[in-house]
């Protein structure tokens, strides 16, 4: 069974600026690229994907 969490939030680094601070911090985890759109953070027990907010979603 797996449990998926969200967190939004705000900050001026581009996604994969934010995947590379979380790598440095959190011991075990290799930056991917999914080969479609977008970098994400894989470990043994764990996903991390970051994105942009659609323009849509801005306010």
Known sequence: MATAY???LATVVKPVQ????LSRHIGGL????NGKNS?????ST????I??????WQI
């Open 18 to 21: 934010a995947l590379e601070m």
């Open 6 to 8: 969200e967190l939004d």
């Open 39 to 43: 970098d994400y953070l894989l470990g």
């Open 46 to 49: 764990i996903e991390i994907d």
């Open 30 to 33: 290799t930056l991917t690229w």
């Open 51 to 56: 994105s942009e907010p659609l323009k849509s």
